[in-house]
């Protein structure tokens, strides 16, 4: 594999793409080859960012993309609208995207296990707020709200996500 100096590199102490560098929390287990959802991990591999969302009530961007206070992220394996985003009129377990804390303020969706999911492979990693410096997340990658905003408008439309252990 190739790296380009537009790619997002991630590991377990930070991130960097062109030449910045950047603190970034991931997982609570680490960095490796996801192999259930919940496993706390956030998959080694090379992904895309396929979306960008955020609160339009508290970020002001220039994107169409904003999270609306109903939407979700299925992840429940047995859904069939699993490790995509829905709407809460459902029996099968999801995420809530409109938060009480700022952690999706904005999100990344990556395109991890994306877009024919294999159920219980794990679902819903995004970039996104970190919670507080450094604290572990389910899988995500996390970083502080200002480096989330200058990683996105680094990226490139060729630009690939590469974490690595």
Not at 132 to 150: M, Q, V, W, Y
Request: one cysteine or more; charged letters at 25%.
């Amino acid at each position: 594999m190739i790296k380009n100096f537009q790619d997002l590199l991630i590991g377990k102490w930070g991130a960097q793409i062109k030449g910045y560098r950047f603190p970034c929390s991931v997982g609570r287990s680490g960095i490796g080859k996801k192999t259930h959802e919940g496993d706390g991990l956030t998959p080694e591999g090379v992904w895309r960012l396929i979306s960008i969302m955020y609160r339009r009530d508290r970020l002001n961007l220039h994107t169409n993309n904003n999270i609306n206070i109903r939407d979700t992220w299925s992840d429940d394996p047995v859904d069939p609208n699993y490790n995509k985003l829905g709407k809460p009129e459902t029996k099968f377990s999801y995420e809530k995207l409109w938060r009480p804390d700022p952690i999706y303020d904005l999100i990344g969706i990556t395109d991890y296990n994306w877009p024919e999911p294999k159920p219980g492979l794990g679902s819903a990693i995004f970039l996104h707020a970190w919670r507080k410096p450094r604290h572990p997340t389910e899988g995500c990658i996390a970083f502080s709200i200002n480096d989330l905003k200058l990683v996105f408008s680094l990226l490139e439309n060729t630009s690939k996500i590469i974490i690595k252990s």
